[in-house]
């Protein structure tokens, strides 16, 4: 098997794991919250902890990678990962399970990004569209397991089980990376940058913490703005910072480039829309609507069946309409689909429900593969870890102002409705996170219209070239 298909197959067990994580623990946090008595809505602190964990732990992967080997940190990771999965299914409060999640999210925050960094390493550029679309069908096997699965454990059984299946996962990577990842190193290795390292870290979790509990009642708000205030004070720092050393930990001079920079403007409002979806639409159907675990994971899966068979179709789409068009027409169409939960009532059919979550999750994965892609068209190889570690914090910080929003606007919507969370609480917030996703085609239009040609092959098929061949 080539390394184009080997490689991105064995990372995707990291990713795997990870994404039938997530879906799973969505699917059962109302069982969660029934079994801790504790609040649906808190146990967002269960999502956004790992979030919070990867993000500050992320801009030391790139580092560690080039020093250490992408092998050896890989397997580190991939071994912390699924300690901490299993430290999930032993907890028995939400303090419990919010520091377990944390431990997953340091191992998932060098699992993912060290993975990434072997495959663009290892790979040319025009093959790389499609060795993506390999790295992540197996990963999309995850979503598409985790309602059904985690709906099936929760329902019939108990929800601690859902953790275990990590295990075997985790140890059939282990296997796999030892014998197929090469042991990729950085031609430079400068010095750590533990104070860039400081104040990024601490400006992202008091950032990160105070958007999480902002409308919780968790702690009074004056706390909370004082730690919005305050990481927002220590990323500036960090910017100042970043201006004076050699090796930056988050190189923010990649912005530079400008496809990276529209990448990076565009995936964040686009996450930030869709990253709330996965934590809204369970809730809605098992809190708003009385459906059972098992039948609201039956239900939510079919946006990972779409998302799946893109997966196949995103390279010749890129190749026949380019990256700008792409991003511009599909960041509307998907925003559309993300706010269509809106409309959902207890009556709508089952099929239609299904039907729309299945050709909704088709056109997000598009627009994730083609910016996941695009970030890297122009990046140069010495720079590419730096580049992995920037893609992957914004990710992480983007997913968890989503999930933020979609929880404040529940909290907001039930509180001027009586208190109790139904399933009138929850449309304005898939209103608000589809508006979000639809705003990221306005960065997407400042691309030129042969951005990132390279990997799509768009350039190749243009009307000019084809009469040039044509008169040859």
């Avoid at 067990?13 to 008595?37: G, H, R, Y």
């Avoid at 305050?230 to 100042?240: D, K, N, R, V």
């Avoid at 930030?272 to 239900?299: D, H, K, N, Y």
């Avoid at 099929?351 to 890297?376: D, E, I, P, Y």
Wanted: aromatic letters at 10%; proline letters at 6%.
């Amino acid at each position: 098997m080539p390394d184009r298909i080997l490689l991105p197959l064995i990372v995707a067990c990291a990713l795997f794991m990870e994404n039938l994580d997530a879906t799973v623990l969505s699917t059962a946090l109302p069982a969660i919250a029934k079994d801790f008595d504790a609040n649906p809505i808190h146990l967002k602190l269960a999502l956004t902890s790992y979030l919070l964990a990867i993000a500050i732990f992320i801009p030391a992967s790139g580092w560690l990678a080039d020093r250490h080997g992408a092998r050896l940190v890989f397997r580190l990771a991939i071994l912390t990962f699924v300690t901490g999965s299993i430290l999930c299914g032993l907890s028995s409060s939400i303090p419990e399970i919010v520091a377990a999640r944390i431990v997953q999210g340091i191992g998932g925050s060098m699992m993912v990004p060290v993975g990434r960094l072997v495959i663009l390493r290892s790979i040319d550029k025009r093959d790389l569209v499609g060795s993506l679309a390999w790295l992540t069908v197996p990963a999309l096997i995850g979503p598409v397991m985790g309602p059904p699965v985690g709906g099936f454990i929760t329902t019939y059984f108990e929800w601690r089980w859902i953790f275990w299946i990590n295990v075997p996962v985790g140890v059939l990577g282990l296997v796999l990376a030892t014998l197929y990842i090469p042991d990729i190193r950085g031609a430079d290795r400068p010095r750590f940058d533990a104070r860039g390292f400081a104040l990024a870290g601490l400006g992202l979790a008091l950032f990160m913490s105070g958007s999480t509990t902002l409308g919780l009642d968790l702690l009074p708000l004056g706390y909370v703005f004082a730690m919005l205030a305050g990481g927002g004070a220590l990323l500036l720092a960090y910017i100042a910072h970043s201006r004076r050393v050699a090796a930056p930990i988050i190189d923010l001079s990649l912005f530079r480039i400008h496809t990276f920079r529209t990448s990076m403007v565009g995936t964040m409002l686009f996450r930030i829309g869709v990253g709330a979806t996965p934590f809204l639409l369970p809730l809605l159907l098992q809190l708003g609507f009385g459906m059972t675990p098992f039948r609201s994971g039956m239900i939510t899966f079919a946006a990972a069946i779409g998302a799946l068979a893109m997966k196949f179709a995103a390279p010749p789409i890129l190749r026949r309409h380019g990256f700008r068009s792409v991003l511009v027409v599909n960041a509307v169409v998907a925003g559309l689909f993300v706010m269509l939960p809106a409309a959902f009532v207890p009556t709508t059919p089952v099929w239609l429900m299904t039907g729309l979550l299945l050709v909704g999750g088709f056109f997000r994965s598009l627009q994730f593969t083609s910016v996941n892609a695009l970030a890297f068209a122009d990046i140069p190889p010495d720079r590419m870890s730096r580049a992995t570690t920037m893609t992957s914090v914004a990710q992480q910080l983007a997913l968890s102002i989503g999930i933020s929003v979609g929880a404040i606007m529940v909290q907001l919507t039930s509180a001027a409705t009586g208190g109790e969370i139904a399933a009138s609480s929850f449309w304005p917030a898939f209103l608000v996170v589809g508006m979000l996703t639809t705003a990221s085609t306005v960065p997407f239009m400042r691309l030129a219209h042969d951005a990132g040609h390279e990997m799509s092959g768009h350039r190749r098929y243009a009307p000019d070239a084809v009469t040039t061949m044509r008169e040859r």
